[in-house]
């Protein structure tokens, strides 16, 4: 065996070393640093509020993350509590009612009220499946998060024409937060069985990351009929 070939051996060994490492250590690193940055942004909103007493950097010579995230996690959990009770829910309606109020942030308070509502609570089905769709044309197929029947003036629209339409998520690759609204009939919707964080790796990696797949016997090709609430 030459010296040139040697050389092209332990080169290729040291690459494959380097690409087994990357693979191990970049995912951890990325994780711990999103992990930080939003600790710190948790700590930057909260710390600020807190008087000096009750804030350790006033008596650490270091500051101590997570203390601030450690506070709001509290403070929305007293909060969920007294939601609980009639009187601090009687204190919630006030509050409200101000709100309710105030020009421009009466609309922009009960948008993220009624978005967080739907998405959060625990009947709710919204975004936590996965279907395709044709799209953008006929033989193409994208991935899509269903979102929920449509419902008010939009559904009163479509039913007027005998349409039964669900309405969709479109996310782009490789942001998945944000997309396009799409208003699509039931039966174009091929339902899938992977959970909806499998898809967003799916979408994230580009293709790359492809959850494991177990067939169901007599496993649905569209979206059964659901009942409007």
């Known amino acids: 065996m030459t010296d040139g070939s040697k050389s092209g051996i332990i080169a ?24 930080r940055s939003f600790i710190e942004w948790a700590d930057s909103w909260v710390k600020p509020y807190l008087p000096n007493f009750y804030n350790p950097d006033t008596y650490s010579p270091v500051a ?15 909060v969920g509590f007294l939601t609980a009770s ?19 942030v009466r609309t922009i308070y009960k948008s993220l009220k009624q978005i967080f509502q739907t ?10 499946k996965a279907g395709l769709i044709e799209y953008p044309s006929p033989g193409l ?22 349409m039964d339409m669900v309405a969709v998520f479109l996310p782009p690759t490789p942001l998945p937060t944000a997309g396009f ?3 699509v009939p039931r039966d174009k919707i091929v339902p899938l069985q992977m959970s909806a964080e499998d898809a967003a790796k799916l979408l994230i990696s580009g293709g790359l990351v492809t959850p ?3 067939p169901l016997a007599n496993a649905p090709r569209a979206i059964t009929q659901q009942k409007r609430a």
């Open 64 to 78: 101590i993350p997570g203390f601030g995230l450690l506070v709001a996690i509290i403070v929305i959990t007293f």
């Open 86 to 104: 009639i009187v601090g829910r009687s204190i919630i309606n006030f509050g409200e009612s101000l709100l309710d109020r105030t020009p421009l």
């Open 181 to 183: 609204l799409l208003f």
């Open 212 to 214: 494991d797949h177990k």
């Open 141 to 162: 197929w994208s991935l899509v998060f269903i979102a929920t029947d449509v419902k008010g003036e939009i559904a009163s629209k479509f039913d007027e024409r005998g």
């Open 12 to 35: 290729a060994r040291l690459r494959n070393y380097f690409l087994t490492g990357l693979i191990i250590c970049a995912p951890v690193a990325i994780t711990v640093w999103l992990v």
């Open 119 to 128: 998405v959060l609570q625990d009947q709710s089905t919204s975004f936590k």
